[in-house]
């Protein structure tokens, strides 16, 4: 009978000595304290392809992203990938068609809906094929017809627009998540204007009322909804650039937005040179300074630019 009390005694201590374990190390932020995912870095993601071409501009449902890439194409043209979350536009366009650039842009979204009017048909038949299947939800006018129409008074094929109350929903990355954003570091250079050229492209951003105006090629930048688009934080990201293997575009270009490479990143009228890295294409896209010191965006609309290196 003694024994058999102090062999209860024993597993007692043993659940006891377990449980302080498990209680220490949350307080002190490990295993037991590390949640799958961060609270809060989940929610309807959807990305728009979107022309960016003189016959194309203005644009359509801008001023609602959150995000906006912009992409080099061939013959020195730009795209644009547009990301919104619970902020979609009435209605967004015009829609062009995706490249493989996209495959690992979109990746760090980790299963957007993508939104885009066809492409190669080596890209569309890789975008439904695992494993960029599972990472993005196909919505092109083949997938989801109902969504699109044809704009009165442009021109094909700059007048596919798209309803995005009629798109998809699902759940991916949020843009915080993906782009950290905080409170701006020490050693920024005083900035007004800055410019840059994404192919034959030039962009120029204007520091005004607390804000990045933005013109392209010499003309403001606007969205017919909203004017003249802003951005709280533009970021000039260098890139390698190679020709993608999938056919059908020419020499298409293909950003690699994995790695590391040198970034400027322009917020609160401030210039910040640094680094970008991403290691991996699921993985999000942090920036340092020269100094090493963490460099985040600012909340509000943020530019990328991906400018090959």
């Known amino acids: 009978m003694r024994r058999k009390q102090v062999i209860w005694v024993v597993a007692v201590v043993v659940v006891l000595v377990a449980a302080a374990v498990v209680a220490v190390l949350a307080l002190r932020g490990g295993?037991?304290?590390?949640?799958?995912?961060?609270?809060?870095?989940?929610?309807?993601?959807?990305?728009?392809k979107i022309d960016n071409v003189d016959e194309a501009r203005p644009a359509t449902g801008l001023g609602s992203a959150d995000v906006l890439y912009v992409e080099p194409v061939e013959g020195g043209l730009t795209r644009a990938a547009a990301v919104?979350?619970?902020?979609?536009?009435?209605?967004?366009?015009?829609?062009?068609?995706?490249?493989?650039?996209?495959?690992?842009?979109?990746?760090?979204?980790?299963?957007?809906?993508?939104?885009?009017?066809?492409a190669a048909p080596e890209v569309v038949q890789a975008l439904h094929t695992p494993p960029l299947s599972?990472?993005?939800?196909n919505a092109s006018p083949d997938d989801v017809p109902a969504a699109y129409f044809r704009q009165p008074g442009k021109a094909a094929p700059h007048n596919l627009y798209a309803h995005a109350a009629a798109l998809p929903t699902s759940d991916g990355a949020l843009p915080d998540a993906v782009?950290?954003?905080?409170?701006?570091?020490?050693?920024?250079?005083?900035a007004t204007d800055q410019t840059a050229a994404v192919g034959a492209a030039s962009f120029a951003f204007h520091w005004a009322d607390g804000r990045w105006r933005i013109s392209m090629d010499g003309t403001p930048f606007t969205s017919t909804e909203s004017g003249q688009l802003t951005a709280s934080t533009v970021i000039l990201q260098r890139v390698?650039?190679?020709?993608?293997?999938?056919?059908?575009?020419?020499?298409?270009?293909?950003?690699?937005?994995?790695?590391?490479?040198?970034?400027?990143?322009?917020?609160d009228g401030q210039s910040f040179h640094g680094t970008w890295s991403r290691p991996s294409a699921d993985a999000g896209t942090t920036f340092t300074t020269d100094s090493g010191a963490p460099l985040p965006a600012s909340p509000g609309q943020v530019w990328v630019l991906l400018i090959p290196a």
Not at 102 to 113: I, T
């Open 84 to 118: 919104f979350t619970a902020n979609r536009p009435d209605v967004v366009g015009p829609v062009r068609s995706a490249r493989e650039t996209d495959f690992d842009l979109l990746a760090q979204y980790r299963h957007p809906v993508f939104a885009y009017s066809g």
């Open 31 to 48: 295993p037991a304290a590390a949640p799958p995912e961060q609270a809060g870095s989940t929610g309807p993601v959807l990305v728009v």
């Open 134 to 137: 599972a990472r993005v939800v």
């Open 240 to 267: 390698t650039t190679t020709t993608s293997a999938l056919g059908g575009n020419g020499a298409s270009p293909l950003v690699h937005t994995t790695g590391t490479g040198e970034a400027t990143m322009l917020r």
């Open 179 to 190: 782009l950290p954003r905080g409170a701006a570091p020490a050693g920024g250079t005083p």
